[in-house]
DNA sequence: TAACGGTGAGAAACCGGTTACCGTGACCTG
DNA sequence: CAGGTCACGGTAACCGGTTTCTCACCGTTA
């Protein structure tokens, strides 16, 4: 009596209805299903009301890969990032896949673990998958990325800005960033200032360190030391030490998570912050505000970066105008961290 | 001169090499290179030779859906979480992406929302596009969970189990990780305990909740109140009054996030943790240990369900003998959110 | 009434792979 | 030297859709 009761078709495997089974069915052909399930065309409304009930009545769903072989497009949109366990680049995939969804696509990720070799091949199996890519912060270097570019289809870059190539690209203005800073550092007081450096393949740190560099040349009496670091928490923490040593009372750290690891470093050597030391990180990732002290850091619109470029990917999609690229300036949060210099 | 120079074949529009291509240069048949690409059967070593040569000259790369039609295979893997903000299943995310990466496998990744009937149709469609699919924290109902199973192909259940049937599940015991929390809190005074509940839907959450009226009705001059609150880091500070207005002491959070929330909550309503409230997390995301004060919570191997989760579905792929479903037994973490009951 | 335009739907080609099946020629054996 | 075996590789069918092409049939119009 149930209408679940039968079943429907033999399920058989993992089957799934074919569109010869409805097709079969209703008594048409293949093509006029596909017409009535994609509201192509003419097809009588007699007809056409035929085949849908029997498509819903079997439960038949197109198979998407044929689809896709057919059609050359996927409803999929790929991503790439250095490291999924950065809450920054978790921000990026949950504004892309947020976005994405609400057009019906899907995303598909891949981590390269800061490896340029395996971010290149990821890169391009990705793309091969998906309508479009999203490279976030890409490690490749530029002439690398200019070569791989034209054959990855639809990009988008985060992070990152190819001037040779005109691809969209979402970045931020890290210099301004990390001087402001370093400036409100100066501000404090602080004269040596200690740069715990992010991978060297990474254009943030690039942008960065130069920005830094470039700050101490220009202020007399300023002393800037770069510690070779990375952008993990377990970096971080391995580099207290060296920051110790290093006589700096002011640390820029790469990231946030770099700059938790060393808050918690240096506080297993019993150094206080800010007391003794000040430091500030980059990003504002949801937890900055929560650490003891809480974390002056730049704070970076990580969200919106993936759900703009969303919105980049689908211009790009429908052939539709590109549109602007956009340059986020970081804005300084000072919370507890830093303080004045120790005299 | 250069080998890039003459950019070898007009790459038209995505182009990409087709096998027949290949074929046609090689002057074989499309079969042919198939076999050489897949190393199957036997093919003259010369003959193989020519193919790889000119396959690797026009830079040939299988078109993965025309495969997938073909072998009716993916090399993916979908998962569907509840919330991609939550750190718990970016955890979870990274496990499995990390595993299924290391055996040549992509993950796709769907967030419901929360919402039960989104999770419904999200699951379905992202498991005709995969080969296997990760359910995490299923916020459906048992039954309409039974009933969605069999047709979504091989599953891997995380964090929810189903008694009617046979999916590999991996879980947590929920109700003895509350308890410890409970008891934890019990010892040190509090007799007036407040759950901040999480959705209702969670499975999570009732094992949780049951667990802990089971203690109270134990417990002689144990008080117990339920508050409705959610999963977010807003649910919780949001609730920061009412946890106050129940003249509670102890709080016992559904998540770390929760957690956090009340504790900036109570902080700014000028409450003090632990001195007046002692509020516990579950999950033991991260950043649990950087809170002010750190937060006293019950650790869950976060990505390891993830790793395992990968391990069981590729065991039903390759059709090999099911693994043993694990149940996880949480760890009480004591730091210093909890403290002795006020007097 | 014959020529004509338009509409609806089927036949067949196509997307790009994989593979069952079969034919050819080399080599062995009696 | 005829007949059988086997290794190799081509032909064609198939995966499950979409779309072009074509044709039959309808109602108009001259």
């Known amino acids: 009596m149930t209408a679940g009761a039968e079943r429907g078709a033999p399920t058989g495997r993992r089957a799934g209805v074919t569109i010869s089974q409805v097709a079969a069915a209703a008594g048409v052909s293949r093509a006029t299903v596909s017409r009535v399930m994609n509201g192509r065309s003419t097809v009588a409304a007699d007809l056409a009301d035929r085949v849908r009930a029997t498509a819903s009545a ?6 998407p890969h044929a689809r896709s072989l057919a059609l050359g497009r996927t409803t999929t949109v790929g991503l790439v990032v250095p490291d999924l366990a950065n809450p920054m680049f978790q921000a990026v ?29 990821l890169a391009a199996e990705v793309a091969r998958r998906c309508d479009g890519l999203v490279l976030a912060s890409s490690r490749l270097p530029d002439e690398r990325l200019v ?26 203005d890290y210099g301004a960033g990390v001087r402001d800073v370093a400036e409100h550092l100066l501000a404090l007081g602080h004269t040596r200032l200690a740069y715990l450096a992010g991978p060297g393949s990474s254009a943030a740190h690039q942008a960065r360190s130069a920005a830094l560099r470039s700050l101490a040349r220009e202020r007399a009496g300023v002393d800037l030391v770069e510690l070779p670091c990375g952008s993990t928490f377990v970096n ?53 505000r929560y650490t003891t002290p809480p974390l002056t850091t730049a704070s970076v619109p990580q969200h919106e970066l993936g759900s703009l470029a969303w919105q980049r990917l689908w ?4 052939d539709r105008p590109p549109q602007h690229n956009v340059v986020f300036r970081p804005r300084l949060v000072v919370r507890r961290s830093t303080g004045p210099a120790p005299r």
Chains 1, 2 share one sequence.
């Open 93 to 121: 995939l949950r504004g892309l896949s947020e976005a994405a969804a609400a057009q019906g696509h899907r995303v598909m990720v891949a981590e390269s673990n800061e490896d340029p070799a395996e971010e290149e091949v």
């Open 315 to 318: 211009s790009l999609l429908g």
């Open 236 to 288: 971080g923490h391995a580099s207290a030490r060296a920051v110790l040593d290093s006589g700096a009372t002011g640390v820029v750290a790469f990231n946030d998570l770099v700059a938790f690891g060393a808050l918690s470093g240096l506080h297993e050597l019993g150094v206080a912050v800010p007391d003794r030391v000040s430091i500030a990180g980059f990003d504002d990732i949801p937890f900055a």
């Open 147 to 172: 070569a791989l570019a034209p054959g990855l289809g639809p990009l988008v870059l985060v992070n990152r800005e190819l001037p040779r190539l005109t691809v969209p690209s979402l970045t931020v």
């Open 58 to 63: 079997l439960g038949y769903e197109p198979n």
